[in-house]
């Protein structure tokens, strides 16, 4: 079971980027996936989940900026991430729900 992040990189404040994660060697449709994101000395947030009904969450300081979806035809999850602030710049990883299968995370930096 694998998943590989992508889509990280360096933008400027106010600007988008959006995370790909691309799963292989389990069955993607059966569960749910999420996105997490780590700063170093701050620990590990839960950002985002997407659950096998299609149902959705996200933490209190991303909700009306980021937007998880996911294609079960393609066995990708997607963390669409506008009006991006330096407060956003972490290592971001994607994880099954529950969190049994991790990537290796992508890292977003947010800054002029």
């Known amino acids: 079971a694998h998943l590989a992040e992508s889509g990280g990189g360096l933008v400027q404040p106010g600007g988008s980027l959006r995370l790909s994660c691309a799963a292989s060697?389990?069955?993607?449709?059966?569960?749910?996936m999420g996105w997490a994101r780590h700063v170093p000395g701050k620990g590990l947030e839960w950002v985002s989940g997407?659950?096998?009904?299609?149902?959705?969450s996200y933490t209190d300081s991303v909700k009306g900026r980021f937007t998880i979806t996911r294609d079960n035809a393609k066995n990708t999850v997607y963390l669409q991430m506008n009006t991006l602030s330096p407060e956003d710049t972490a290592v971001y990883y994607c994880?099954?729900?529950?969190?049994?299968?991790w990537g290796q995370g992508t890292q977003v930096t947010v800054s002029t």
């Open positions: 060697g389990f069955t993607f449709s059966s569960f749910g």
């Open positions: 997407i659950y096998s009904d299609g149902s959705t």
């Open positions: 994880a099954t729900v529950p969190a049994v299968i």
